[in-house]
């Protein structure tokens, strides 16, 4: 079975653009969620979605988004980049309906904001 | 609120032999699961072992093991023999009753010396 798929690995960009970061969870995992990684605040959860509908959402400006499609294929959207938002952003799945599942992680998206 | 402390930024063990990893939380859910992840440095989260609060015996995964003391609120790892490929970061996580959103540590830094 194929893992967590994040893309792109790597992404630079400018303050005041936006980015789009992609997920693709384990084959029947109906939830995806998303966490920031920085060295000063460490694992952040940002927000969760299940068949489609965000159903948890964590502490972030709403100039973080997301979405999941109808395959739990999931984006990420930062709009407004700040410097700040740099930082590696992980994606992680489950099945989403059995009680405290372990989270499976993808490798991660580094992003970079000059 | 949920809280996970880990209070040892970094830690050195000589190869074969064994260490442990501190770990201590904070909720007032009723029932909770705690874990542990590896990061390496190539960034992806690798799930170690599980504890549900309800579980009687500590976890046990291969040379990995959970000494869990519910009333002191503290879910130390054990890793025994240690491993060159132990070096990493090790990241206590809980997750609360409801809710698919997991709590992170700030992480300890394990440095496995030949």
């Known amino acids: 079975k194929a893992g967590v798929t994040q893309t792109p690995r790597y992404l630079i960009k400018t303050r005041g653009q936006q980015v789009t970061l992609s997920c693709s969870p384990i084959?029947?995992?109906?939830?995806v969620s998303w966490y920031q990684q920085t060295p000063g605040q460490g694992l952040q959860f940002l927000f969760e979605y299940f068949s489609e509908t965000q159903r948890n959402k964590g502490n972030f400006p709403g100039r973080f988004s997301g979405r999941q499609f109808s395959n739990s294929r999931s984006e990420m959207n930062v709009s407004t980049l700040e410097l700040g938002d740099s930082a590696l952003y992980l994606c992680?799945?489950?099945?989403?309906?059995?009680?405290?599942?372990?989270?499976?992680f993808g490798s991660g998206t580094q992003l970079s904001v000059l | 609120a949920q809280k996970i402390t880990q209070t040892q930024p970094g830690m050195f063990v000589q190869e074969k032999e064994a260490v442990t990893l501190d770990c201590t939380y904070d909720t007032s859910d009723p029932s909770y699961g705690l874990f542990w992840y590896k990061q390496p440095s190539s960034g992806e989260m690798i799930f170690l072992i599980y504890q549900g609060s309800y579980d009687q015996q500590n976890a046990t995964e291969g040379r990995y093991s959970l000494n869990f003391q519910k009333a002191r609120k503290s879910a130390n790892l054990v890793i025994s023999a240690s491993q060159l490929g132990d070096s990493a970061m090790y990241f206590c996580a809980m997750r609360g009753e409801t809710g698919n959103q997991f709590y992170f540590g700030t992480g300890t830094s394990l440095t496995v010396i030949p």
């Open positions: 084959s029947g995992h109906r939830s």
């Open positions: 992680a799945s489950t099945l989403g309906d059995r009680g405290p599942e372990k989270l499976f």
